[in-house]
Protein backbone atom coordinates (compact mmCIF):
# COMPACT_ATOMS: atom_id res chain seq x y z
CA UNK A 1 0.00 0.00 0.00
CA UNK A 2 1.09 3.86 -0.72
CA UNK A 3 1.75 4.66 2.78
CA UNK A 4 3.84 1.90 3.88
CA UNK A 5 6.66 4.37 1.78
CA UNK A 6 5.45 7.18 4.21
CA UNK A 7 7.80 5.85 6.98
CA UNK A 8 11.03 6.19 5.39
CA UNK A 9 10.09 9.38 3.89
CA UNK A 10 8.98 10.69 7.54
CA UNK A 11 11.83 9.95 9.08
CA UNK A 12 13.56 12.12 6.15
CA UNK A 13 11.07 14.60 6.66
CA UNK A 14 11.88 14.35 10.51
CA UNK A 15 15.69 14.84 9.61
CA UNK A 16 14.80 17.68 7.16
CA UNK A 17 12.56 19.66 9.72
CA UNK A 18 15.29 19.16 12.43
CA UNK A 19 17.93 20.65 10.67
CA UNK A 20 16.04 23.51 8.51
CA UNK A 21 13.55 24.70 10.55
CA UNK A 22 13.75 26.78 14.51
CA UNK A 23 13.90 24.55 17.52
CA UNK A 24 11.05 22.77 18.05
CA UNK A 25 9.90 22.16 14.86
CA UNK A 26 10.28 18.45 14.74
CA UNK A 27 7.31 18.87 16.98
CA UNK A 28 5.55 19.61 13.93
CA UNK A 29 4.04 16.34 13.61
CA UNK A 30 2.38 15.94 17.07
CA UNK A 31 0.52 19.29 15.83
CA UNK A 32 -2.93 20.31 14.71
CA UNK A 33 -2.67 20.31 10.95
CA UNK A 34 -4.08 23.82 10.69
CA UNK A 35 -1.44 25.31 13.33
CA UNK A 36 1.51 23.04 11.05
CA UNK A 37 0.36 25.08 7.97
CA UNK A 38 0.95 28.48 9.90
CA UNK A 39 3.98 27.83 11.02
CA UNK A 40 5.17 26.94 7.80
CA UNK A 41 3.76 29.45 6.03
CA UNK A 42 5.74 32.07 8.67
CA UNK A 43 8.75 30.07 7.62
CA UNK A 44 8.41 29.74 3.74
CA UNK A 45 8.36 34.21 3.85
CA UNK A 46 12.15 33.81 5.65
CA UNK A 47 13.73 31.56 3.16
CA UNK A 48 14.43 31.90 -0.59
CA UNK A 49 11.33 30.47 -3.08
CA UNK A 50 13.72 27.31 -3.82
CA UNK A 51 12.66 26.00 -0.83
CA UNK A 52 8.89 26.22 -0.91
CA UNK A 53 8.66 23.02 -2.49
CA UNK A 54 10.24 20.86 0.22
CA UNK A 55 8.10 22.89 2.84
CA UNK A 56 4.95 21.88 0.75
CA UNK A 57 6.15 18.17 0.64
CA UNK A 58 6.90 18.36 4.46
CA UNK A 59 3.71 19.74 5.26
CA UNK A 60 2.10 17.14 3.00
CA UNK A 61 3.92 14.29 4.83
CA UNK A 62 3.12 15.79 7.98
CA UNK A 63 -0.35 15.91 7.16
CA UNK A 64 -0.36 11.82 6.01
CA UNK A 65 1.58 11.46 9.18
CA UNK A 66 -1.15 12.47 11.21
CA UNK A 67 -3.99 10.66 9.74
CA UNK A 68 -2.51 7.51 9.67
CA UNK A 69 -1.36 7.84 13.81
CA UNK A 70 -5.11 9.58 14.39
CA UNK A 71 -6.08 6.52 16.14
CA UNK A 72 -3.37 6.09 18.52
CA UNK A 73 -3.39 9.83 19.28
CA UNK A 74 -7.11 9.19 20.53
CA UNK A 75 -5.96 7.04 22.70
CA UNK A 76 -3.71 8.71 24.28
CA UNK A 77 -6.12 11.61 24.73
CA UNK A 78 -8.29 9.24 26.17
CA UNK A 79 -5.76 7.86 28.51
CA UNK A 80 -4.81 11.72 29.72
CA UNK A 81 -8.58 12.42 30.34
CA UNK A 82 -9.03 9.20 32.46
CA UNK A 83 -6.11 10.50 34.51
CA UNK A 84 -7.33 13.40 34.88
CA UNK A 85 -10.91 12.47 36.12
CA UNK A 86 -9.92 10.57 39.10
CA UNK A 87 -7.01 8.87 40.62
CA UNK A 88 -6.81 5.34 41.12
CA UNK A 89 -8.43 4.32 44.56
CA UNK A 90 -6.27 2.67 46.86
CA UNK A 91 -7.04 -0.79 48.70
CA UNK A 92 -4.01 -0.34 50.85
CA UNK A 93 -3.33 3.15 51.96
CA UNK A 94 -5.88 5.64 53.28
CA UNK A 95 -6.41 8.01 56.60
CA UNK A 96 -4.91 6.06 59.22
CA UNK A 97 -5.68 8.63 62.29
CA UNK A 98 -9.46 7.92 62.36
CA UNK A 99 -12.01 5.60 61.61
CA UNK A 100 -13.14 5.87 58.48
CA UNK A 101 -15.73 2.42 58.82
CA UNK A 102 -18.17 2.34 62.09
CA UNK A 103 -18.25 -1.86 63.34
CA UNK A 104 -21.30 -2.46 61.31
CA UNK A 105 -19.78 -1.14 58.36
CA UNK A 106 -20.95 2.52 57.54
CA UNK A 107 -18.44 4.79 56.13
CA UNK A 108 -17.59 7.97 57.84
CA UNK A 109 -16.69 10.92 56.18
CA UNK A 110 -13.72 12.96 57.00
CA UNK A 111 -11.10 14.65 54.39
CA UNK A 112 -8.87 12.64 52.30
CA UNK A 113 -11.34 9.92 52.21
CA UNK A 114 -13.43 10.63 49.06
CA UNK A 115 -12.61 12.09 45.93
CA UNK A 116 -15.15 14.87 44.96
CA UNK A 117 -15.04 14.10 41.09
CA UNK A 118 -15.61 10.42 41.23
CA UNK A 119 -18.35 11.03 43.82
CA UNK A 120 -19.92 13.95 41.50
CA UNK A 121 -19.51 11.77 38.47
CA UNK A 122 -21.89 9.61 40.09
CA UNK A 123 -24.17 11.41 41.60
CA UNK A 124 -24.83 14.24 38.54
CA UNK A 125 -26.20 11.93 36.09
CA UNK A 126 -29.04 11.51 38.41
CA UNK A 127 -30.56 14.98 38.46
CA UNK A 128 -31.09 14.39 41.99
CA UNK A 129 -32.63 17.06 43.82
CA UNK A 130 -31.68 17.70 48.00
CA UNK A 131 -34.57 19.00 50.39
CA UNK A 132 -33.12 21.30 53.22
CA UNK A 133 -35.26 21.72 55.33
CA UNK A 134 -34.39 24.78 58.49
CA UNK A 135 -36.28 26.25 61.61
CA UNK A 136 -36.52 29.47 62.72
CA UNK A 137 -38.69 30.10 65.15
CA UNK A 138 -38.89 33.66 66.58
CA UNK A 139 -35.33 35.61 66.72
CA UNK A 140 -33.93 32.56 65.43
CA UNK A 141 -34.74 34.52 61.84
CA UNK A 142 -31.44 36.38 62.47
CA UNK A 143 -29.16 33.35 61.56
CA UNK A 144 -31.44 32.46 58.03
CA UNK A 145 -28.86 35.45 56.52
CA UNK A 146 -25.52 34.08 57.45
CA UNK A 147 -26.97 30.37 57.04
CA UNK A 148 -28.30 31.18 53.49
CA UNK A 149 -25.61 33.23 52.05
CA UNK A 150 -23.15 30.71 53.23
CA UNK A 151 -24.57 27.08 51.66
CA UNK A 152 -25.29 29.13 48.44
CA UNK A 153 -21.58 29.23 48.27
CA UNK A 154 -20.35 26.00 49.78
CA UNK A 155 -23.88 23.57 49.89
CA UNK A 156 -24.51 20.98 47.40
CA UNK A 157 -22.87 23.09 44.73
CA UNK A 158 -24.23 22.05 41.03
CA UNK A 159 -27.47 20.05 42.56
CA UNK A 160 -31.04 21.18 42.53
CA UNK A 161 -31.69 22.63 46.10
CA UNK A 162 -35.20 23.32 47.64
CA UNK A 163 -34.79 25.26 51.06
CA UNK A 164 -38.00 24.90 53.41
CA UNK A 165 -38.12 27.86 55.89
CA UNK A 166 -40.06 26.49 58.83
CA UNK A 167 -41.15 30.42 60.58
CA UNK A 168 -43.65 31.98 62.46
CA UNK A 169 -42.26 35.38 61.64
CA UNK A 170 -42.11 34.67 56.85
CA UNK A 171 -41.67 38.69 56.72
CA UNK A 172 -38.33 38.83 58.63
CA UNK A 173 -36.84 35.91 55.95
CA UNK A 174 -34.16 37.85 53.97
CA UNK A 175 -33.86 37.98 50.27
CA UNK A 176 -31.21 36.05 49.47
CA UNK A 177 -29.88 35.52 45.98
CA UNK A 178 -30.53 32.12 44.76
CA UNK A 179 -28.24 29.62 42.33
CA UNK A 180 -29.53 28.38 39.60
CA UNK A 181 -31.76 25.21 40.13
CA UNK A 182 -31.85 26.04 43.85
CA UNK A 183 -35.31 27.32 45.02
CA UNK A 184 -36.85 28.18 48.97
CA UNK A 185 -39.87 28.07 49.98
CA UNK A 186 -40.96 29.57 53.33
CA UNK A 187 -44.03 27.57 55.74
CA UNK A 188 -45.51 29.15 58.26
CA UNK A 189 -45.44 27.56 62.23
CA UNK A 190 -47.49 28.92 65.58
CA UNK A 191 -45.29 31.24 67.49
CA UNK A 192 -43.66 29.32 70.80
CA UNK A 193 -41.58 30.18 73.50
CA UNK A 194 -41.07 26.81 75.14
CA UNK A 195 -38.44 24.25 73.95
CA UNK A 196 -40.65 21.39 73.99
CA UNK A 197 -43.01 22.83 72.15
CA UNK A 198 -40.76 24.10 69.32
CA UNK A 199 -39.32 20.95 69.27
CA UNK A 200 -42.75 18.93 68.85
CA UNK A 201 -43.64 21.16 66.43
CA UNK A 202 -40.82 20.74 64.13
CA UNK A 203 -41.32 17.07 63.88
CA UNK A 204 -44.96 17.65 63.03
CA UNK A 205 -43.96 20.03 60.23
CA UNK A 206 -41.48 17.68 59.19
CA UNK A 207 -43.69 15.06 59.09
CA UNK A 208 -46.46 16.55 57.38
CA UNK A 209 -44.10 18.20 55.25
CA UNK A 210 -42.83 14.70 54.17
CA UNK A 211 -45.63 13.10 53.40
CA UNK A 212 -47.82 15.43 51.55
CA UNK A 213 -44.62 16.90 49.47
CA UNK A 214 -41.00 15.49 49.96
CA UNK A 215 -41.79 11.79 49.03
CA UNK A 216 -43.39 13.03 45.52
CA UNK A 217 -40.58 15.87 44.69
CA UNK A 218 -37.16 15.20 45.80
CA UNK A 219 -34.60 12.02 46.42
CA UNK A 220 -32.92 13.06 49.78
CA UNK A 221 -33.03 15.81 52.57
CA UNK A 222 -31.49 17.03 54.99
CA UNK A 223 -32.74 18.87 58.38
CA UNK A 224 -30.11 21.42 59.42
CA UNK A 225 -29.78 23.86 62.69
CA UNK A 226 -30.71 27.52 61.51
CA UNK A 227 -27.36 28.71 63.53
CA UNK A 228 -25.05 26.71 61.31
CA UNK A 229 -22.63 28.42 58.97
CA UNK A 230 -20.83 26.69 55.89
CA UNK A 231 -17.15 27.43 55.29
CA UNK A 232 -16.12 24.47 53.13
CA UNK A 233 -16.99 22.12 50.88
CA UNK A 234 -20.45 20.01 51.75
CA UNK A 235 -21.50 17.82 48.62
CA UNK A 236 -22.81 14.46 47.92
CA UNK A 237 -20.05 12.55 50.00
CA UNK A 238 -23.00 13.36 52.57
CA UNK A 239 -25.98 11.61 50.65
CA UNK A 240 -26.96 8.61 52.26
CA UNK A 241 -29.66 6.44 52.91
CA UNK A 242 -29.91 7.65 56.46
CA UNK A 243 -27.45 10.03 57.75
CA UNK A 244 -26.29 10.90 61.48
CA UNK A 245 -23.77 13.65 62.44
CA UNK A 246 -20.60 13.01 65.55
CA UNK A 247 -21.42 15.54 67.80
CA UNK A 248 -18.24 17.80 67.90
CA UNK A 249 -18.08 17.69 71.49
CA UNK A 250 -18.23 14.20 72.40
CA UNK A 251 -16.22 12.16 69.61
CA UNK A 252 -13.20 11.45 71.88
CA UNK A 253 -15.24 10.47 75.18
CA UNK A 254 -16.31 7.11 76.52
CA UNK A 255 -19.74 6.42 75.91
CA UNK A 256 -20.46 6.80 79.92
CA UNK A 257 -19.78 10.68 79.62
CA UNK A 258 -22.31 11.05 76.78
CA UNK A 259 -25.08 13.56 77.80
CA UNK A 260 -27.62 11.05 76.77
CA UNK A 261 -31.11 10.93 78.32
CA UNK A 262 -30.43 8.50 81.33
CA UNK A 263 -34.16 8.05 82.89
CA UNK A 264 -35.76 5.35 82.25
CA UNK A 265 -39.36 7.60 82.12
CA UNK A 266 -38.47 8.93 78.97
CA UNK A 267 -38.93 7.47 76.00
CA UNK A 268 -35.30 8.85 74.90
CA UNK A 269 -33.54 6.66 77.72
CA UNK A 270 -30.03 4.86 76.75
CA UNK A 271 -28.98 3.06 79.83
CA UNK A 272 -25.29 3.10 80.88
CA UNK A 273 -23.45 1.03 79.00
CA UNK A 274 -25.03 1.69 76.22
CA UNK A 275 -24.39 3.39 72.77
CA UNK A 276 -22.02 3.79 69.41
CA UNK A 277 -21.79 7.57 69.22
CA UNK A 278 -22.88 10.86 70.42
CA UNK A 279 -24.57 12.59 67.32
CA UNK A 280 -25.19 16.00 66.70
CA UNK A 281 -28.79 17.22 66.39
CA UNK A 282 -28.19 19.95 64.38
CA UNK A 283 -28.06 17.64 61.20
CA UNK A 284 -29.83 14.51 60.24
CA UNK A 285 -30.85 13.63 56.47
CA UNK A 286 -30.78 10.71 54.05
CA UNK A 287 -33.66 9.38 51.65
CA UNK A 288 -37.27 10.99 52.16
CA UNK A 289 -38.63 7.61 53.41
CA UNK A 290 -35.85 6.81 55.08
CA UNK A 291 -35.79 10.06 56.91
CA UNK A 292 -39.60 10.03 57.54
CA UNK A 293 -39.21 6.73 59.38
CA UNK A 294 -37.26 8.50 61.53
CA UNK A 295 -39.52 11.62 61.98
CA UNK A 296 -42.69 9.76 62.41
CA UNK A 297 -40.65 7.41 65.48
CA UNK A 298 -39.14 10.97 67.00
CA UNK A 299 -42.58 12.58 67.10
CA UNK A 300 -44.39 9.86 68.22
CA UNK A 301 -41.55 9.69 71.50
CA UNK A 302 -41.75 13.46 72.18
CA UNK A 303 -45.87 13.74 72.29
CA UNK A 304 -45.34 10.16 74.63
CA UNK A 305 -42.89 12.47 76.70
CA UNK A 306 -45.09 15.29 76.65
CA UNK A 307 -47.77 13.37 77.97
CA UNK A 308 -45.60 11.76 80.99
CA UNK A 309 -44.47 15.32 81.73
CA UNK A 310 -41.21 14.53 81.16
CA UNK A 311 -38.55 16.44 78.72
CA UNK A 312 -35.00 14.62 77.93
CA UNK A 313 -31.71 16.08 78.30
CA UNK A 314 -31.33 17.38 75.09
CA UNK A 315 -34.74 17.69 73.47
CA UNK A 316 -34.65 16.43 70.10
CA UNK A 317 -30.72 15.38 69.89
CA UNK A 318 -31.78 12.68 73.18
CA UNK A 319 -34.39 11.39 70.84
CA UNK A 320 -32.32 10.77 67.32
CA UNK A 321 -29.43 9.53 69.57
CA UNK A 322 -32.43 6.60 70.71
CA UNK A 323 -33.39 6.41 67.28
CA UNK A 324 -29.78 5.53 65.60
CA UNK A 325 -28.99 3.73 68.43
CA UNK A 326 -31.55 0.96 67.18
CA UNK A 327 -31.46 2.28 63.76
CA UNK A 328 -27.78 2.62 62.41
CA UNK A 329 -27.20 5.37 60.32
CA UNK A 330 -25.99 3.81 57.17
CA UNK A 331 -23.99 7.16 56.81
CA UNK A 332 -21.77 8.91 59.48
CA UNK A 333 -20.88 12.71 59.00
CA UNK A 334 -17.52 13.75 61.04
CA UNK A 335 -17.11 15.73 63.53
CA UNK A 336 -15.97 18.23 60.32
CA UNK A 337 -19.95 18.82 59.34
CA UNK A 338 -20.92 20.22 62.62
CA UNK A 339 -17.74 21.99 64.13
CA UNK A 340 -18.36 24.82 67.25
CA UNK A 341 -16.73 28.24 66.25
CA UNK A 342 -15.81 28.25 69.95
CA UNK A 343 -13.30 25.62 69.98
CA UNK A 344 -10.13 25.01 68.29
CA UNK A 345 -8.94 23.21 65.55
CA UNK A 346 -7.19 19.99 66.12
CA UNK A 347 -5.09 17.67 63.92
CA UNK A 348 -8.13 15.07 63.77
CA UNK A 349 -10.14 17.67 61.89
CA UNK A 350 -8.20 19.09 58.48
CA UNK A 351 -11.03 21.96 57.13
CA UNK A 352 -14.69 22.84 58.94
CA UNK A 353 -17.28 22.62 56.68
CA UNK A 354 -19.75 24.30 59.03
CA UNK A 355 -19.84 25.63 62.37
CA UNK A 356 -22.14 26.64 64.75
CA UNK A 357 -22.55 30.30 65.05
CA UNK A 358 -22.20 32.48 67.68
CA UNK A 359 -25.67 34.88 68.09
CA UNK A 360 -25.00 38.75 68.15
CA UNK A 361 -27.32 39.36 71.19
CA UNK A 362 -26.86 43.69 70.83
CA UNK A 363 -28.04 43.14 66.90
CA UNK A 364 -30.62 40.18 67.95
CA UNK A 365 -32.24 40.99 71.09
CA UNK A 366 -31.01 40.90 75.04
CA UNK A 367 -33.67 38.83 76.00
CA UNK A 368 -32.62 36.24 73.43
CA UNK A 369 -31.52 33.28 75.81
CA UNK A 370 -34.08 34.02 78.93
CA UNK A 371 -37.19 33.03 76.63
CA UNK A 372 -35.22 29.78 75.94
CA UNK A 373 -35.57 30.77 72.37
C1 LIG B 1 -34.11 17.55 36.83
O1 LIG B 1 -34.87 17.74 38.01
C2 LIG B 1 -35.55 18.98 38.04
C3 LIG B 1 -36.18 19.16 39.40
O2 LIG B 1 -36.73 17.96 39.89
C4 LIG B 1 -36.56 19.05 36.90
O3 LIG B 1 -37.21 20.30 36.92
C5 LIG B 1 -35.81 18.87 35.58
O4 LIG B 1 -36.74 18.83 34.52
C6 LIG B 1 -34.99 17.60 35.60
N1 LIG B 1 -34.16 17.55 34.40
C7 LIG B 1 -33.95 16.45 33.69
C8 LIG B 1 -33.06 16.59 32.53
O5 LIG B 1 -34.49 15.38 33.98
C1 LIG C 1 -29.49 22.87 36.35
O1 LIG C 1 -30.03 21.60 36.15
C2 LIG C 1 -29.98 21.13 34.82
C3 LIG C 1 -30.63 19.76 34.79
O2 LIG C 1 -31.94 19.81 35.21
C4 LIG C 1 -28.54 21.06 34.35
O3 LIG C 1 -28.49 20.70 32.98
C5 LIG C 1 -27.87 22.41 34.53
O4 LIG C 1 -26.50 22.32 34.21
C6 LIG C 1 -28.03 22.86 35.98
N1 LIG C 1 -27.43 24.18 36.14
C7 LIG C 1 -26.49 24.45 37.04
C8 LIG C 1 -25.97 25.84 37.06
O5 LIG C 1 -26.08 23.61 37.84
C1 LIG D 1 -22.82 42.97 67.23
O1 LIG D 1 -23.57 43.87 66.45
C2 LIG D 1 -23.29 45.23 66.71
C3 LIG D 1 -24.27 46.09 65.92
O2 LIG D 1 -24.34 45.69 64.57
C4 LIG D 1 -21.83 45.53 66.34
O3 LIG D 1 -21.51 46.86 66.60
C5 LIG D 1 -20.93 44.60 67.15
O4 LIG D 1 -19.58 44.75 66.77
C6 LIG D 1 -21.33 43.14 66.99
N1 LIG D 1 -20.59 42.31 67.91
C7 LIG D 1 -19.91 41.26 67.52
C8 LIG D 1 -19.24 40.49 68.60
O5 LIG D 1 -19.87 40.87 66.37
Not at 106 to 131: G, M, R, S
Not at 302 to 311: R, V
Request: aromatic share 14%.
Amino acid sequence: MWYLYTRPLLITVQLLTVYSLPSGAFTWATLPPGLGEVLIHTHTHTHTHTHTHIYIYIYIYIYIYIYIYMHNINRIIYTIMLRLLYKQPSVLNGRKDVITVTPWLAPVVWEETFDTTLIDAIYKTQNITVATTVFAPGKYVWFLKDFLESAERHYMQGYHVHYYIFTDQPEAVPMVTLGANRSLTTLKIPSSNHWQEITLHRMEKLQKLIKTQLTNEVDYMFSLNVDTKFSGHWGAETLGDIVAVIHPGYYSRPYNEFPYERRPESQAYIPQGMGDYYYGGAVFGGRVEEVHRLVKTCLMQLELDKANSIEAAWHEESHLNKYFLYNKPTKILSPEYQWQELKFKINDIKIIRVSQVTPNLTEMNPDFLSDSM
